[in-house]
């Protein structure tokens, strides 16, 4: 079956967002958690939607469980990890949470570590793909620019004037 592009087909169904989070409690210990955001801004319910991961996280990873249940998991010949469940209401988001296990020989030596998502439609319609990121990576950049400015040149400049002198010429 080819698959045809959201935007030619369906414009309203779409990858809305897609994180990951390592070191869960649950389902597994040392759980990592794909959470998946998909919209439907059409006038009617999506018969499926199918989720894939990247080769590397599917061979480093074991699945575990989802939100809502699958009806069938697979890696496929190019190494995609792919599971299908249930399709997305009209006018609405759909989430969609996919627990795993960490292999045996992981490969994942970092909680930073980014997973490649695909999300399909009724079995051949794009909706997007993009790249989860780990949940806390926005509060981690936004905490490297604070140090920058707290440590930077402006920071050096201000540790180095004694404090009453002109800075002015």
């Not at 010949?77 to 795993?100: E, H, R």
């Amino acid at each position: 079956m080819a698959r045809v592009r959201a935007e030619a087909q369906r414009p309203g169904v779409r990858l809305g967002l897609a994180t990951v989070a390592y070191g869960g409690r649950e389902p597994v210990p040392g759980a990592i958690e794909l959470r998946v955001i998909v919209g439907n801004r059409t006038d009617s319910q999506t018969e499926s939607t199918s989720i894939r991961w990247d080769p590397r996280f599917a061979s480093a990873a074991v699945f575990a469980q989802s939100e809502p249940a699958p009806w069938r998991v697979r890696i496929d010949d190019d190494g995609w990890g792919t599971l299908d469940t249930d399709g997305v209401p009209a006018g609405q988001d759909g989430s969609f949470v996919l627990w795993f296990a960490p292999g045996e020989d992981a490969g994942l030596t970092s909680a930073d570590s980014a997973v490649r998502v695909e999300v399909v439609a009724n079995g051949t319609l794009e909706a997007g793909g993009g790249v989860a990121t780990p949940a806390h990576a926005a509060e981690r950049a936004r905490l490297a620019l604070q140090e920058t400015f707290d440590r930077g040149a402006l920071a050096a400049v201000a540790d180095v004037v004694p404090e009453g002198a002109s800075t002015s010429g």
